[in-house]
């Protein structure tokens, strides 16, 4: 069920903090909460690739200690007040100025707001939010149009719609998730999917070992 | 004109112009105060450069080698001046730092100096420090752990040595209403000689400073100080170690644990982690016990001073974190952080970023057994420390658009 106007007032009145959905700080509530979506604001933090200090990007084969050490990419602070220009084809991953804490029932999605959209820039690309998810959400951010695009941190550049289930999620992200509470932009985590990549390329090889063994003979 | 004047002149008129090029770069933003007094003398230099090349003409064999060495000495004035500025240059404007750390930096401003200053902020070192130089401030966060907020207290005691700098005269007339008790305790300990009279003259002021600092940070921080100050000055010669210009650790927790009791937090403290404070206390409890007539004399003098030292930053710092107004808000902020949530939309108060941080550190320790030992880690809890400077950051922005719509 789609949560319309009240039912997001309701469950963020909710009294058990578990409980309760949390969009905070709505700093203008009557304009960010439309009819059926929650307006987010751009945050402070943002990664960009270090497109200069490495040659590709293949994370699944990285270097483990080059990924703790952030050396894929560099992390730049734009206080409000300050601005930071996307250029066209320019991809950055920034987050939702808003900390955002998702009930065991209500799941969500983002979306960029269309008056933005119309400019070329998107906002998210990877958009379900979980039940029980808790942190900043990380905004994909691309500017696809032709011209540089000025971002500033504190403008509403995306909004959540939100749904809610007839019952709790028995398996809450809380439980499951990768990204436990982000504070700000996450870069991929994608390491931890080696061993089902190493699996894939063994049964590549095992594919390709039976080929050989299929190939029929040439005679003359 | 003679040929090594000329040479100094030369040497002095290509290092001014490559100084300047360097201060051309520093861009704007944060901490530009600090490179406006910097300008100001680098404009100086420049200005006695012109005199001293109008000059430069005379003939006389005396009159050149008087310019040949304030030549020099400009020389020297400005490699100083050029190596402050290559040391600090990057600092304006920074954009690697966290908004919320930031605002808590200028929320310790506030909070010591009650009006808002644009401190330059530099990473670099082991150990942070507070420095007043012209009109702009330098704080250091040390490289190892910069955005490390559950120490930040500690960042208070550093800016409170800026404010001893400039109470000088009040900390003597401190000194002139203790000097009885001084004397006393001097007979008990008598100096070994001259040298030692004088070198406890030296050091005692250096512990009061120290001492000044501490109570400073307590009043403002309130119990954080005290676990943040453990967790640092508590090693393996916690007991009578005492350093130079630092008094020994029990002599610290004495004061600041007076001090929380002055305001009122050591009941609290005593019911939300009973072991930490009675291990606190008997640590401040202790005397000194070795054949060190200095050291002895030192520590007791402290102990006499203290009283003095603590009504000296209670009169400066008047907005002090008191129970009465913060208790509450401390406990809601350590339910919110107990289940990851940030405490954001708690009532603002005076002093509500060292509330979200006294409930950050009760979570931490009740995490980790509530136990003396639990200390250490504490400040390393990485996704605690980014939980608290969001918390600071959001609720700050939602306080200053709740204000700037209010006009």
Known sequence: MTLLTEGINAAMARHKLNERLIISPLLDREQQIGPGTVDLRLGTEFLEFNRSGRAILDVLNADDSALRRGAYERRTVVPLGGQLALH?????????????????????????????????????????????????????????????IVLRPGTRVAQIQLWQADKAASSSYAAHGKYQVPVGPEAAKLAGERAEASKLADIGSFVAHLNEEAEPTHST | MDDHVAFALAALSSEIEAAGARHDEVTG?????????????????????????????????????????????????????????????????????????????????????????????????????????????????????????????????????????????????????????????????????????????????????????????????????????????????????????????????????????????????????????????????????????????????????????????HNLIPTALRPESSARNVLEAARHFRQSVLPIELPRSAGVEWEFLLGAWLVALEDRGLIPSSIPAVPFDKELNGLLIKTIELSRIAELWSNDSSH
Not at chain 1, 99 to 118: A, L
Not at chain 2, 212 to 238: E, K
Not at chain 2, 289 to 295: A, F, M
């Open chain 2, 29 to 313: 933003g944060m901490g530009e105060r600090f490179f406006v007094a910097f300008r100001a003398d680098f404009e100086d230099i420049r200005q006695k450069f012109t005199e001293l090349s109008a000059t430069s003409a005379a003939t006389s064999e005396k009159r050149a080698l008087s310019v040949e060495r304030s030549a020099a000495s400009l020389l020297d004035r400005l490699r100083t001046h050029d190596a402050m500025v290559a040391e600090f240059a990057a600092d304006v404007g920074r954009e690697d730092l966290p908004v919320g750390y930031l605002m808590l930096i200028d929320k310790i401003f506030a909070d010591v100096f009650e009006s808002p200053i644009d401190p330059l902020v530099h990473v670099a070192n082991a150990e942070g420090y507070s420095i007043s130089s012209g009109s702009g401030i330098i704080v250091n966060l040390p490289a190892v752990d910069p955005t490390n907020v559950l120490l930040s207290p500690i960042l208070v005691h550093e800016v409170g040595h800026v404010l001893f700098g400039r109470i000088t005269s009040q900390y003597n007339e401190n000194q002139h209403a203790n000097a009885s008790a001084l004397a006393a305790v001097a007979v008990k300990y008598p100096a070994n000689d001259r040298k030692d009279e004088a070198e406890r003259e030296a050091q005692l002021p250096l512990w009061a400073e120290e001492l000044f600092c501490d109570a400073v940070a307590a009043l403002i921080a309130g119990p954080s100080f005290l676990l943040a100050l453990c967790s640092r000055i508590v090693g393996t010669n916690w007991n009578w170690y005492a350093g130079q210009d630092h008094p020994p650790p029990a002599i610290r927790l004495h004061l600041v644990i007076r001090v929380l009791d002055a305001i009122g937090w050591l009941p609290h403290m005593e019911k939300a982690a009973p072991a930490i404070v009675s291990w606190a206390k008997e640590i401040a409890s202790r005397s000194a016990t070795v054949e060190d007539n200095r050291l002895n004399f030192l520590c007791e003098a402290a102990l006499a001073l203290e009283a003095g030292i603590i009504d000296l930053a």
């Open chain 1, 88 to 148: 066209p084809g320019q991809f950055i991953l920034g987050s939702t100025l808003e900390f955002v804490s998702m009930p065991s029932d209500i799941s969500g999605q983002v979306v960029s707001r269309s008056s933005w959209g119309r400019l070329g820039l998107l906002v998210a690309t990877a958009v379900v939010v979980q039940p029980g998810y808790k942190g900043v959400l990380t905004l994909e951010l691309v500017n696809t149009g032709g011209v540089p």
